[in-house]
Structures are given as structure tokens and as C-alpha cells.
């Protein structure tokens, strides 16, 4: 009986320092990942803020339109009159003449009226479900970690058909990459129907600033339910400088 006793003993020993150090362990992801909260979100505030702030900067673009390619070279200049803030350099290699400045043009405004709109929607932390974020692996320089993605393009038809993975550099203290990619399809914008969906985006530090250094972009899905569309973009950032305070 003694013997049994004691055995009993041991295995509740044993249980209680298991449960013990799980639960250590726990506490200690969930400092862990509260640490890494707070890292992805000033990453990326600083991100937004570089692109759409004091900062120049150059995109190489090359866009695929069912099967069309248009390769672009703009420079963005902070300008206190946003809609003089682009200017398209070079397209398919040439200097781009007055109805491809005009066409240019016209998409930008089109497409910064609808950033005015919905500034807040634009910023890259609206991508990510802060609350759903779990470490997905952990080496104590880089750590990857999964989430619920979202993209305010397309509206609430995409909610909860979006996951993503982003990447931390703990040495350096801010997200190195995010991808996100659709888990269903999904209609966007009522006319706009999604099939698949993939986006990358890729970080660098530069003088002590996270920039965005490359997105990547592939859709393929149908038009008002008839015309199939398939879309791929690749967008090279480079040549960042700091320019002169532009008043908001």
C-alpha cells in the first residue's frame, strides 16, 4: 500500500509541474506575442507614414492585364496639392506622351479622390485582424505568425475569406513581409467576383524608417458575371528620400 502511495504521489507530482510549466509557457507567448503586437503596429504606422508623407520615392511598375503588359516608371513627391503628387516618368520604355500623361492622370485623381474617402481604410494595419494574430514559429530572430486578412477594396464580401502570414525581424524590430491570400471565393464591390487572390508585400529598413520595397499582386476572377479578368502586378520601391516638410 506504501509502494502505491507513493506512486500515486509521483504521478500527481508529476501532472501538477506538467500543467506548471505549460501554463509558464503560455504566459510567456502571450508576453511574446503581446511584444509583437506592438511591433507589427508602429511597423506599419511608420510604413504608411512614409508613403503617403515627406518622403520621395520611385515605383517600378509592371502591370498584366489579361494577358496586356504596361511597364511604368512614376516618381511620387510630397505636394501640399495631392493631386500634383505623381508623375508618370516612362511607360513600355518610352517618355510617355500627352493622352498617355492625360489617361495617367485621370487615374490617379480617380484614384486618390477614393483614398481621400476612405483615408483610414488605406492604412496598412487594416489588412490584419490584430486579435486573431498567433505565432505560427519561433526562433528568437524570426518569428512568423498567421492571421485573419482583410483588404478594404473589397468591401465586406471578403470578411473571413482572407488569411495572411507575415514575418518579424526581432533583430531589427519590425515585419519583414506580409501575405495574404484568399481561402474562398468571394464577390467584391457587387460586379467583381474573386476566384483567387494572392498579395505580397515585402519591408526594408532605411535610415532607421520601414519602407514598402516590393508588392506583389495576382487576381483572377469574372466581371459583371460574364467577363473573366485576370490581373497580375509587380511594383518595385526604390529610390526613397527624404524631401522637405509638405504641411498636412
Not at 49 to 68: H, M
Not at 213 to 221: I, V
Request: no cysteine; charged share 25%; net charge negative.
Amino acid at each position: 500500500m506504501k509502494t502505491n502511495s507513493l506512486i500515486v504521489a509521483s504521478f500527481l507530482l508529476s501532472i501538477s509541474t506538467f500543467f506548471y510549466v505549460a501554463a509558464e509557457e503560455q504566459l510567456q507567448r502571450n508576453k511574446n506575442l503581446d511584444a509583437y503586437k506592438e511591433i507589427i503596429a508602429s511597423s506599419l504606422i511608420s510604413v504608411d507614414k512614409t508613403q503617403s508623407g515627406s518622403w520621395e520615392y520611385q515605383i517600378n511598375k509592371v502591370l498584366t492585364v489579361d494577358g496586356k503588359t504596361n511597364i511604368t516608371i512614376e516618381k511620387f513627391s510630397p505636394d501640399e496639392d495631392v493631386y500634383r503628387q505623381w508623375f508618370l516618368e516612362k511607360i513600355n520604355n518610352k517618355a510617355p506622351n500627352n493622352k498617355q500623361l492625360e489617361e495617367y492622370l485621370a487615374d490617379k485623381r480617380e484614384e486618390i479622390g477614393e483614398g481621400i474617402l476612405s483615408k483610414e481604410n488605406n492604412s496598412l494595419i487594416k489588412l490584419i485582424d490584430i486579435n486573431s494574430l498567433q505565432i505560427e514559429s519561433d526562433n528568437n530572430e524570426i518569428v512568423q505568425l498567421s492571421f485573419n486578412g482583410f483588404y478594404p477594396k473589397f468591401g465586406d464580401g471578403a470578411m473571413g475569406k482572407i488569411d495572411g502570414v507575415l514575418t518579424l525581424d526581432l533583430k531589427n524590430n519590425y515585419v519583414t513581409q506580409i501575405k495574404l491570400k484568399n481561402n474562398e471565393e468571394f464577390t467584391a464591390r457587387v460586379i467583381l467576383h474573386i476566384k483567387q487572390w494572392k498579395m505580397m508585400l515585402f519591408f526594408d529598413k532605411y535610415q532607421e524608417t520601414i519602407v514598402l520595397k516590393e508588392r506583389q499582386l495576382n487576381t483572377k476572377g469574372t466581371v459583371a458575371i460574364f467577363k473573366d479578368i485576370e490581373v497580375s502586378a509587380h511594383v518595385i520601391f526604390d529610390h526613397y528620400q527624404l524631401a522637405e516638410a509638405v504641411p498636412e
